[in-house]
């Protein structure tokens, strides 16, 4: 099954998803770590991204490349914690939506 991030717009999507006898709050960390998770992929692709062309214009400059250890750990933190900002509260509302009150809402 291909995972999804939870909106506001599809709460059906993490409702749905989830048996009628599991935990709400099972339901809501799955939304949250979905998001995290790709929020994550984001943000490495981001960190490369940015190093290729922090790199290029180091080495079009004469400059030696070189990053303090302190940025990409800070920018990738900073990534995690946008995505769970971002995803609790989506996950939470969806994970307490009956599956047929999601449904008829979409």
């Known amino acids: 099954m291909l995972a999804r991030t939870v909106s506001p717009e599809r709460p059906h999507d993490l409702a749905v998803s989830r048996p009628s006898d599991a935990l709400a709050a099972r ?33 079009w400059q004469g400059w030696p490349p070189t ?6 750990a800070g920018a990738f933190a900073a990534t995690l914690a946008v995505g769970a900002i971002a995803g609790i509260y989506p996950a939470i509302r969806a994970s307490h939506l009956p599956p047929t009150v999601a449904l008829a809402s979409s």
């Open 67 to 72: 990053v303090p250890a302190w940025v990409p």
């Open 27 to 59: 339901a809501a960390a799955a939304g949250t770590f979905t998001t995290l998770l790709l929020s994550a992929l984001g943000g490495v692709a981001g960190l490369a991204l940015g190093g290729l062309v922090t790199a290029g214009y180091a080495l």
